[in-house]
């Protein structure tokens, strides 16, 4: 979730969904003196990109210490940034 070379509405998500992983590296940034990113602070990615349209359920399952659900392969759909932008590294 919180890859080095993640694009900025990759950021934007992990921001939204779960803001705890941005301050723990905000505060690593801070305390090494050294950005995450060449072209700045996690702050500054996060601002650059737009969160992906995501499920609330989708978000909830993929959070969760446990998976409960029943494995299914019928109808299977990618979830929101899958393969999506070319991510790698900038």
Known sequence: ???IFGSPSQWASVAQIAPRKVI???QHEQDFGVTLRRNGDI???IARGTPYAMDA???RVAMAEDYDLPIFMENWVL???AYG???GPT
Do not use: N
Request: one cysteine or more; glycine letters at 6%.
């Open 1 to 3: 979730m919180t890859c």
């Open 24 to 26: 723990q590296i905000r």
């Open 43 to 45: 702050d500054k990615a």
């Open 57 to 59: 359920e989708h978000v």
């Open 79 to 81: 979830p929101s940034g």
């Open 85 to 87: 932008e070319a991510a």
